[in-house]
């Protein structure tokens, strides 16, 4: 038996590259078999007769629909949270000085150490089920704040769980890199080798979907990080980079070299690694939030990165110490107001250029047939109105692998 339905009378912003711009259709229609689209376009190319009866029909009432969004780098498994540090960073500390005195990433792994597995769900889940309130369908989540064995593989676990318990797909990205802990006793060497050392037991338990790592003067050095990709590269998991967010450390140029999946933050990136990124496809992922919490004032290299033909993607970043945001619609009003970027490339960025910064555009971002049939519709029927609200995000309902469901 048929177990599809047909959305129609829907305004489609597809992302099909194929098409310019949005990919816009506005008189559109949605065919759905087995979850998966089997149609996307003007409802004039879809003969009734094409539509199976036993479809279940969904009109939409000429609303905006778009890819279900993809907040492509997160860090949303974590016990505690860094008000304190916000207050202090009122009061003229900066990020780096709260970081060397303890502060920082090592607050939060302190906090994770000591948390319950159910309590970093439950936390978790309560913050996934805001992003999922502004129609994110996919989201990735970072390790990173257990820094050793036992404390990665709970972060990752958790994150899985979040993925089969809740409604959204979850990919998880290893970030044994992201900072040392105190028992390394300032050993960042030794600590790197552990870090390549725990790789193999998290990939063979299938926790790992990417590496990623922090090249940064207050984390580690390109070659620290290189020694985490070269065995990461040995394992086949793909690569994601925390690059150039505070100062220019060459991390798009060595993300590039990696042939790595993504480069993030890229503040202070140069055009050259601009030039790597984009002879290697690796796309830049854009943190708005970040650059906003920590009154940044230098913006990414947006100008260059187009210039070269390097892919935009947008995130919230979502973390306790630089970013602590739930929405991803506001993460676009952000890179607009902030960065510059266009409706068009604010709304690629969380949906198409997403996933192709997480190695999954086979799948998801672009509403075309073969694809999951993800969806946000919204109340809305132009796309500038997805960017130009800062709160309060206009969504109407929430499709996921042809399902309508619930957080
Ligand atoms: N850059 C960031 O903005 C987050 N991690 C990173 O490498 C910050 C994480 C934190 O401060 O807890
Ligand atoms: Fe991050």
Same mark, same amino acid.
């Given at each position: 038996?048929?177990?599809?339905?047909?959305?129609?009378?829907?305004?489609?912003? #597809?992302?099909?590259?194929?098409?310019?711009?949005?990919?816009?259709?506005?008189?559109?229609?949605?065919?759905?078999?087995?979850?998966?689209?089997?149609?996307?376009?003007?409802?004039?190319?879809?003969?009734?007769?094409?539509?199976?009866?036993?479809?279940?029909?969904?009109?939409?009432?000429?609303?905006?629909?778009?890819?279900?969004?993809?907040?492509?780098?997160?860090?949303?498994?974590?016990?505690?949270?860094?008000?304190?540090?916000?207050?202090?960073?009122?009061?003229?500390?900066?990020?780096?000085?709260?970081?060397?005195?303890?502060?920082?990433?090592?607050?939060?792994?302190?906090?994770?150490?000591?948390?319950?597995?159910?309590?970093?769900?439950?936390?978790?889940?309560?913050?996934?089920?805001?992003?999922?309130?502004?129609?994110?369908?996919?989201?990735?989540?970072?390790?990173?704040? *257990?820094?050793?064995?036992?404390?990665?593989?709970?972060?990752?676990?958790?994150?899985?769980?979040?993925?089969?318990?809740?409604?959204?797909?979850?990919?998880?990205?290893?970030?044994?890199?992201?900072?040392?802990?105190?028992?390394?006793?300032?050993?960042?060497?030794?600590?790197?080798?552990?870090?390549?050392?725990?790789?193999?037991?998290?990939?063979?338990?299938?926790?790992?979907?990417?590496?990623?790592?922090?090249?940064?003067?207050?984390? %580690?050095?390109?070659?620290?990080?290189?020694?985490?990709?070269?065995?990461?590269? /040995?394992? *086949?998991?793909?690569?994601?980079?925390?690059?150039?967010?505070?100062?220019?450390?060459?991390?798009?140029?060595?993300?590039?070299?990696?042939?790595?999946?993504?480069?993030?933050?890229?503040?202070?990136?140069?055009?050259?690694?601009?030039?790597?990124?984009?002879?290697?496809?690796?796309?830049?992922?854009?943190?708005?939030?970040?650059?906003? %919490?920590?009154?940044?004032?230098?913006?990414?290299?947006? !100008? /260059?990165?187009?210039?070269?033909?390097?892919?935009?993607?947008?995130?919230?970043?979502?973390?306790?110490?630089?970013?602590?945001?739930?929405?991803?619609?506001?993460?676009?009003?952000?890179?607009?107001?902030?960065?510059?970027?266009?409706?068009? !490339?604010?709304?690629?960025?969380?949906?198409?250029?997403?996933?192709?910064?997480?190695?999954?555009?086979?799948?998801?971002? #672009?509403?075309?047939?073969?694809?999951?049939?993800?969806?946000?519709?919204?109340?809305?029927?132009?796309?500038?109105?997805?960017?130009?609200?800062?709160?309060?995000?206009?969504?109407?309902?929430?499709?996921?692998?042809?399902?309508?469901?619930?957080?």
């Amino acid at each position: 038996m048929f177990t599809g339905a047909i959305y129609s009378n829907a305004r489609l912003a #597809t992302l099909a590259p194929a098409l310019p711009g949005l990919g816009l259709v506005d008189d559109g229609a949605i065919l759905v078999s087995d979850g998966r689209i089997v149609f996307a376009g003007p409802s004039s190319e879809l003969p009734g007769s094409a539509v199976p009866p036993a479809a279940v029909r969904i009109d939409c009432e000429g609303r905006l629909v778009t890819p279900g969004l993809i907040d492509c780098h997160t860090h949303l498994v974590h016990g505690g949270e860094r008000s304190a540090e916000f207050e202090l960073r009122l009061k003229g500390a900066s990020y780096q000085e709260i970081a060397r005195t303890g502060g920082g990433i090592n607050a939060t792994v302190a906090a994770t150490r000591q948390a319950t597995d159910d309590a970093l769900f439950a936390t978790a889940s309560a913050r996934l089920a805001r992003l999922v309130a502004d129609g994110v369908t996919t989201v990735e989540i970072k390790s990173g704040y *257990g820094l050793d064995l036992a404390t990665e593989a709970r972060m990752l676990r958790v994150a899985r769980r979040l993925g089969r318990e809740r409604d959204v797909s979850v990919l998880t990205t290893f970030l044994g890199a992201h900072a040392l802990p105190p028992e390394a006793r300032g050993d960042k060497d030794g600590y790197i080798r552990l870090v390549a050392e725990m790789l193999p037991a998290l990939a063979a338990e299938g926790l790992i979907d990417a590496v990623d790592g922090f090249c940064e003067g207050i984390a %580690f050095s390109p070659s620290q990080i290189g020694r985490v990709f070269d065995a990461a590269a /040995a394992l *086949g998991l793909p690569l994601k980079l925390h690059a150039d967010q505070l100062s220019d450390g060459g991390g798009a140029a060595l993300a590039a070299r990696y042939r790595a999946l993504s480069a993030d933050h890229l503040e202070y990136a140069s055009e050259g690694g601009a030039a790597a990124m984009a002879a290697s496809g690796t796309v830049a992922v854009l943190l708005p939030g970040a650059y906003y %919490f920590l009154r940044e004032t230098q913006a990414p290299p947006v !100008e /260059a990165f187009r210039r070269h033909g390097v892919r935009l993607a947008v995130a919230t970043d979502c973390n306790p110490g630089t970013s602590p945001l739930l929405s991803l619609l506001t993460a676009m009003n952000m890179a607009a107001t902030l960065f510059r970027l266009s409706v068009e !490339e604010c709304l690629a960025g969380v949906t198409r250029e997403a996933a192709r910064s997480l190695g999954i555009a086979d799948q998801v971002g #672009t509403l075309e047939a073969g694809k999951w049939c993800d969806l946000a519709i919204w109340d809305a029927e132009r796309p500038a109105e997805l960017v130009c609200r800062i709160g309060g995000g206009p969504l109407h309902a929430r499709v996921r692998r042809g399902l309508r469901t619930g957080a």
